[in-house]
C-alpha cells in the first residue's frame, strides 16, 4: 500500500482544514487506516483510525474537534479538523494496518506526512 497524504497548510486559530490520504492497493477497502501526528521536539502521536466498514476510535483529546472519514471507492481517507489551536501544529502522517480495526497502533504502512501550522 502507498500512501499519499495532503491539505496541510497555515491556520489561523479556530480555523478549520481538511486533509486527504490517497492510497494505492488493492486491499484498501480492507485496511484499517488512521491518522497520527507529530509535533517539533515531540514523539508521534495518534489522532484518528477507521475502520473499512466506518468504526472509527480517537485520541481523547481531539474527540469533538476531529473527524475521520473514508471513502472506499476513492481509496482515500479524510480527516475534518475544526477548531484548530496552535499545540495543533505538526507534521501529520497517514497510515495503514494489514487488518479491519481501528486500531490506536500497529501499522504496517506510512504516508510522506503533510505539514499543519495553526498559527495564534
Known amino acids: 500500500v502507498q500512501l499519499q497524504a495532503s491539505g496541510g497548510g497555515l491556520v489561523q486559530a479556530g480555523g478549520s482544514l481538511r486533509l486527504s490520504c490517497a492510497a494505492s492497493?488493492?486491499?484498501?477497502?480492507?485496511?484499517?487506516m488512521g491518522w497520527f501526528r507529530q509535533a517539533p521536539g515531540k514523539e508521534r502521536e495518534f489522532v484518528a483510525a477507521?475502520?473499512?466498514?466506518?468504526?472509527?476510535s480517537y485520541a481523547d483529546s481531539l474527540k469533538g474537534r476531529f473527524t475521520i472519514s473514508r471513502d472506499n471507492a476513492k481509496a482515500t481517507i479524510y480527516l475534518q479538523m475544526n477548531s484548530l489551536k496552535p499545540e495543533d501544529t505538526a507534521v501529520y502522517y497517514c497510515?495503514?494496518?494489514?487488518?479491519?480495526?481501528?486500531?490506536?497502533?500497529?501499522?504496517?504502512?506510512w504516508g510522506q506526512g503533510t505539514l499543519v501550522t495553526v498559527s495564534s
Open positions: 492497493g488493492s486491499t484498501f477497502s480492507r485496511n484499517a
Open positions: 497510515a495503514a494496518r494489514v487488518g479491519s480495526y481501528p486500531s490506536k497502533s500497529g501499522y504496517d504502512y
Open positions: 477507521i475502520s473499512w466498514s466506518g468504526s472509527t
